[in-house]
């Protein structure tokens, strides 16, 4: 059996239910503001699931290479390594607000010390990747396929300190996301979603700083969901929102799973604004053939799980056309996957979004600049790093315009 935390306090407890499922229940007496999720009110009753977990806590589990090599280090004797055994091992450095324990014990969340400005300048390839993955895997309570891990940032720490910052006393978490990628099938992932990145920037679209480094090995990126002093906010991508399993992440549409879900959680005075964000960011996803935007790279966050929600900032955007030239779109627009039209997108934006046309267009436009700028910004970086040379100028011939 797990404890589950939300902001630092005790929400209830999770356990095996069957042969595969699982139950959650709150602690008695729990405040509403200790809900787990805005899809899970505190009530009394169990909330069951028959197999695996809840979407929420199955929201932040490692994949790929991070899950392996977890599972390399922590597997029972026999072999077993269940959805509950992952919770266990990471479950005190998570993605959000949400926190795990044994049922018995308290929460330390202490992540060790590792300063980014050493991955960015250091040329260890390979072998910081290993290290750091060693390392900090079990700190990594954080989910997607390519290999990355969460890490604690030295510089970060001390700035706070230098600034006498009131920090919360439980201030040990992980502070940004080191993402890697293997060569032999993604060469230079890093790269390519740093200037994926860039162009989200140049669409003035909310993106947390991330940076490249100096090999091109590693992308480092802050951590949005952390707060000044400490604490983190809370998030739930959009599996959560579509009450879907992490597997199901490619099963959908835009318009449902994605805005319709947003304008049922989403909730601010800056509602419409964020909605146009939403609508940029699905566009510049088709500028930039990113085959992966499916439902877990788009989220929610907020401070209270009872106030308001914004749309997460923008993270995960790829060219993955550049490395499977036949990708088409993770989700559906209009009962396809394939690659809409500029007045595709126009209708997406008109009808579903309630948008003038005039505006649509304002939208789009600006999309299209963002990218033909980054377009520049990229070409300075090939001529200066010619091992990101092939990929680059894939990228520069794949990227798309989006207005008519
Ligand atoms: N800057 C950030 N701050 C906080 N959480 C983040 C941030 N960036 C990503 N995340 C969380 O980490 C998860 C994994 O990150 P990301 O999507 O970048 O990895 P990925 O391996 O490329 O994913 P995929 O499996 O979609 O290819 C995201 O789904 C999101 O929950
Ligand atoms: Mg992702």
Redesign the pocket.
Known sequence: MIKAWTDGAEAGLLDRRGERGSTFVYMPGSVPERSVSVTMPVRTASWNTAYGLAPIFE??LP??ALRERLRLRFAKPSGTFDELDVLAVVGRSQ??RIRYTGQAEQLHESVPFQSVDEILAQRRGGELYRYLLDEFAQHSG???????VLIRDTEHSNALKAAKVRLSQSFQGATH?V?FWEPDEFPQLAAN?YFCLQAAENCDLNV?R?RLAEDGMALV??????RPDGTYCG?E?FCVLNAKRSAD?YMGSYETAIIRRFEEYGRSNLIHEEQEHLFMLIALNCALRNG?A?L??F?IIYDDVNGDAHL??V??L?TTTVYLEQDQMALTLNGSKRWPSSQQLSALGEKRLHLPPSRVLHLLQRVDEAVDFTRKQMGRYISDHAEFADIGNLMLQHWQRVAS
């Not at 990126?221 to 952390?226: C, E, G, K």
């Open positions: 929201m932040n994949e790929g993605v959000g954080i989910s997607g396929v390519q290999p990355k996301i993402k979603e947390p991330y990126v802050d951590r949005f969901d952390l998030f991508d992440k992966d499916h877990k790279n989220g997460a900032p993270y995960d790829i």
